[in-house]
């Protein structure tokens, strides 16, 4: 048959063995291969082979091939080998008060149960009973002081996986030894009291070493303290979306989407905004809706950063002192506990949302952080925390709710628009003949470059270059 004019050449194909492992959910699909058996179906005898286009084949300087975004076996790579290895945010200590005080997170598509144990330390073990695998825990938060128990036939594990008790040991009296039975536990490391997990065990890098510039941002929202410490609220906002979970990271600092996509409610709170009194200060949301509309020219002006790993930020668009916590004692209580200059000096700090790839995003100014948690190539859950500046005025905490809520919740205007959005992309990748998207824009508009990070203008896709420099180093890894 002739080739149509323009179409692409197949790429290469490689292969890998999924990893059979606990707690994925749902198991990653294998690809029925010609010739695999007689009827075309996978062996399931051995670990199913997966195939997949070769992954540094699919990315270019300017382009991305669609089938990053469409593809469930490129999904079950990224699972291996992107957050199989890259430090992902869990929880805060905070969220631990007491022995036995438990959260249930995930590492990639893995879950894991963080538990506090007597002595203090939190441990991390996935979310699988070693007898026969069931699933240990059942709710996302909790108290288990004496420990977890697996609800098939008894078997009780204690905070760092080790096990408890074993339903009528005497069936295993020389036969199995409970002290073999431990639950895998996963590496943990504490930064300023945000916990993050590592598939990869010793063979990741220091935590410190993946953050690198971007630790700066979660300065910025612990130093906003005016203690030097931040809670977590009890306050969870959960919501699922039908997309692939890139398209997440691949919008959330891009300046030219909200004048188009947000439009409606950039109009609506145009409206509302005139008719609030002059002495009246919008509230965040308010004033989020309302720089979304700013002219293209502002945003040109403004910085991205973007930094090795895939993680950048984009500068305030929305002032910094939008709100009007610095009133109520906050500054006061911030001077007595940093001093003047460095009061200053932190309340001038006027960043938007840090990524953190590939697993969060961190708002320093509004004390929010969220958790994407990819589920399928085509399903990823979004988990947002308010955190409480211990020390600041009560109203500091109303407004970062108020902003949190109006912002990154499902109910949000604005983030409906952009889940309708992800769909739409991955609805349109999914058939014609264009096997690229574009990702050059501002791409010879650089502005700096230094060893810790680049800046650019904020209208440029260099965080969206910079997160599939980061893809290809990660999938590239066999
Ligand atoms: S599967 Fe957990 S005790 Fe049997
Ligand atoms: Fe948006």
Not at 205 to 219: A, C, E, Q, V
Not at 283 to 299: D, E, H, R, S, Y
Not at 405 to 433: H, K, M, Q, W
Request: aromatic fraction near 10%; proline fraction near 6%; glycine fraction near 8%.
């Amino acid at each position: 048959m002739a080739r149509r004019t323009g179409a692409i050449a197949p790429l290469p194909i490689t292969t890998f063995h999924a990893q059979a492992r606990g707690g994925h959910y749902p198991p990653p699909r294998a690809r029925p291969r010609q010739g695999t058996t007689p009827t075309g179906r996978i062996a399931m005898a051995s670990a199913p082979q997966i195939e997949v286009p070769d992954p540094t084949a699919l990315v270019r300087e300017d382009k991305v091939h669609r089938s990053v975004y469409t593809d469930p076996a490129i999904f079950a790579l990224e699972m291996e080998r992107i957050h199989g290895r890259a430090w992902l945010y869990l929880a805060h200590e905070s969220e631990f008060k007491a022995a036995g005080d438990y959260v249930v997170r995930h590492l990639g598509t893995q879950a894991v149960i963080l538990t506090r144990d007597k002595q203090g330390a939190i441990h991390g073990i996935f979310n699988r009973c070693s007898h026969r695998g069931a699933t240990l825990c059942a709710f996302d938060r909790g108290s288990a002081p004496h420990g977890h128990q697996c609800p098939y036939h008894g078997w009780t594990f204690n905070a760092d996986g080790s096990v408890r008790f074993v339903s009528h040991p005497r069936n295993y009296d020389g036969v199995l030894d409970p002290a073999d039975q431990a639950i895998q536990s996963v590496r943990i490391e504490s930064y300023r009291g945000f916990l993050f997990g590592n598939l990869a065990a010793d063979a990741a890098p220091p935590l410190l070493d993946f953050m690198g510039h971007m630790k700066t941002s979660i300065d910025d929202l612990v130093d906003r303290s005016p203690t030097g410490k931040v809670e977590c609220g009890p306050y969870v906002l959960r919501h699922y979306y039908r997309a692939n979970w890139k398209m997440t990271f691949e919008n959330l600092n891009d300046t030219i989407h909200p004048g188009f996509a947000h439009a409606a409610s950039v109009v609506s709170a145009r409206n509302v905004a005139s008719a609030l009194p002059a002495s009246e200060q919008p509230v965040a949301t308010l004033g989020m809706m309302l720089a979304n509309g700013k002219p293209i020219q502002f945003f040109q002006d403004i910085d991205m950063v973007t930094a090795p790993g895939g993680h950048s930020y984009i500068g305030g668009h929305m002032g910094a002192s939008y709100t009007p916590d610095a009133q109520n004692g906050y500054v006061q209580a911030m001077t007595a506990f940093h001093g003047a200059e460095r009061t200053r000096e932190i309340l001038s700090i006027d960043r938007h949302l840090m990524l953190l790839y590939p697993s969060s995003f961190w708002h320093a100014r509004y004390q929010t952080v969220r958790i994407l948690r990819p589920v399928r190539h085509d399903l990823t859950e979004m988990i947002g925390f308010v955190f409480r500046l211990v020390g600041a005025p009560d109203e500091t905490y109303a407004n970062a709710v108020e902003y949190c809520t109006g912002a990154n919740s499902a109910a949000s205007p604005v983030i409906a628009d952009d889940l309708e959005i992800y769909e739409r992309c991955l609805l349109g990748n999914g058939f014609g003949d264009q096997q690229w998207i574009p990702m050059s824009r501002g791409l010879k508009e650089t502005r700096e470059v230094t060893n810790a990070f680049t800046r650019s203008p904020a209208t440029s896709e260099a965080f969206i270059r910079n997160q599939f420099a980061a893809w290809s180093s990660y999938m590239a890894q066999a």
